[in-house]
């Protein structure tokens, strides 16, 4: 079962850390996050009734744990805080995913989940208990204006 | 850009993020997850996490959704609401049960069912054993709102009136309390009850001086208590 767990959870380790860092903006928070959800995914595993549920079960515990983060801290922190983590990824790559934390977290999460974590809709639809319809809509709408943040971040370039 | 075009650059920007980041989770070799941090820090991220974090997460898989259980009882609008309103689950061992609040929505116009003048709240909790055996129609579960301000046995669902309904499956009882909101109620921080005896000093108690309210420790029943919502500043 252990060796299980890991290998599930290997396969979305980076993308979970993307998932946080839409929520906490802090690299060294989302990777507590991802490791404190881990430790209670961990311990529940066993009862998990359906494994193939596995991915959006372990995403709902993330993002979970991220509020309760967000709960405990009030304080907006800076995206780049850790360059030791970040280092490597090309600026204008983390330029757009800070573009995609402006939008708020709330709306961040569509996209996070869509192209970070590479849900479908309806996984999407299943993780948040939204209609597919909403999830579409919504993500639709975070697109646009991502596209108009982006827009005027690449003119201030 | 196009949106197509944008859609594309963030799958290609997911993917770049997710091979560059350089990041290290520890997981368990066997049964228990070393963290780097202190064991006290791990014995307490174990208690607190475990209750708190993974029993809420888990909930959610384990039990209807609020909005589920909207339709069940054919209220579209409710539904409707509890999917918008992003509800968190969450759960509290009390006494004898183990309660989850499934979710809960406080405001006008928020189901089909208008069954009171004024604002309503409409809470939904799963109760289970907390020894794991069946839940039965015997387990008297009590649900109403309380109120910062005021005293627990002055304002409750038997002062103000309420309804609910409830079913047994695979030995969890489903409850939805229907409950009416008191007038101003936004200006005092919401909670929920959960007990097994009407709110009372013996299982709620009111600190005249915060206007808090919190469970009685001394309460050998159940006395569960959610907060709701902060009273608007």
């Not at chain 1, 989302?30 to 961990?42: E, F, I, T």
């Not at chain 1, 809509?137 to 005027?152: F, I, S, V």
């Not at chain 2, 809420?56 to 918008?84: C, G, K, M, T």
Request: hydrophobic residues 35%; contains cysteine; aromatic residues 10%.
């Amino acid at each position: 079962m252990a060796h299980s767990f890991e290998a599930a959870f290997r396969e979305i380790e980076q993308s979970l850390f993307w998932v946080a860092m839409g929520y906490l903006r802090n690299t060294e928070d989302a990777r507590d996050a991802v490791q404190d959800a881990a430790l209670s995914a961990y311990r529940a595993y066993q009862g998990l009734r359906h494994p193939e549920y596995f991915k959006t079960w372990m995403t709902r515990i993330v993002i979970n744990t991220c509020r309760d983060q967000q709960r405990r801290r009030q304080q907006t922190v800076e995206l780049q805080d850790d360059l030791g983590a970040l280092e490597g990824i090309p600026e204008e790559e983390l330029a757009l995913f800070d573009a995609i934390c402006r939008l708020g977290a709330e709306r961040a999460r569509y996209l996070t989940l869509r192209f970070y974590h590479e849900m479908t809709y309806e996984e999407v639809a299943e993780l948040l208990h939204q209609p597919l319809s909403t999830v579409k809509y919504r993500t639709r709408r975070a697109l646009e204006d991502l596209r108009l943040e982006w827009k005027g971040e690449e003119h201030d370039h | 850009m196009t949106t197509e075009c944008l859609e594309m650059r963030l799958r290609q920007n997911g993917q770049t993020l997710r091979e560059n980041v350089r990041i290290s989770i520890e997981l368990p070799s066997e049964c228990s997850i070393r963290r780097k941090n202190s064991p006290v820090r791990v014995l307490i991220l174990a208690a607190v996490l475990s209750v708190i974090l993974a029993f809420s997460a888990i909930a959610a898989y384990r039990y209807y959704s609020a909005a589920e259980l909207a339709v069940r009882i054919n209220d579209q609008r409710l539904s409707e609401r509890f999917r918008d309103a992003d509800v968190l689950s969450e759960t509290v061992e009390s006494g004898a049960y183990r309660i989850t609040l499934l979710g809960s929505l406080a405001g006008t116009n928020i189901s089909d069912r208008k069954t009171h003048a004024g604002a309503q709240l409409v809470a939904y909790v799963a109760v289970e054993r907390a020894d794991g055996s069946a839940m039965t129609y015997d387990d008297h579960i009590v649900v109403s709102p309380l109120y910062s301000d005021m005293a627990p046995s002055e304002a409750n669902t038997y002062t103000d009136s309420g309804s609910g309904w409830y079913f047994l499956e695979d030995g969890v009882l489903y409850y939805g309390a229907d409950l009416r909101c008191r007038l101003g109620y936004e200006k005092h921080d919401l909670y929920l009850a959960v007990s097994d005896s009407p709110p009372g000093a013996w299982n709620y108690l009111y600190d005249e001086e915060t206007d808090k309210i919190t469970s009685n420790p001394t309460y050998s029943g159940t006395n569960a208590l959610f907060l709701l919502q902060k009273a608007e500043k």
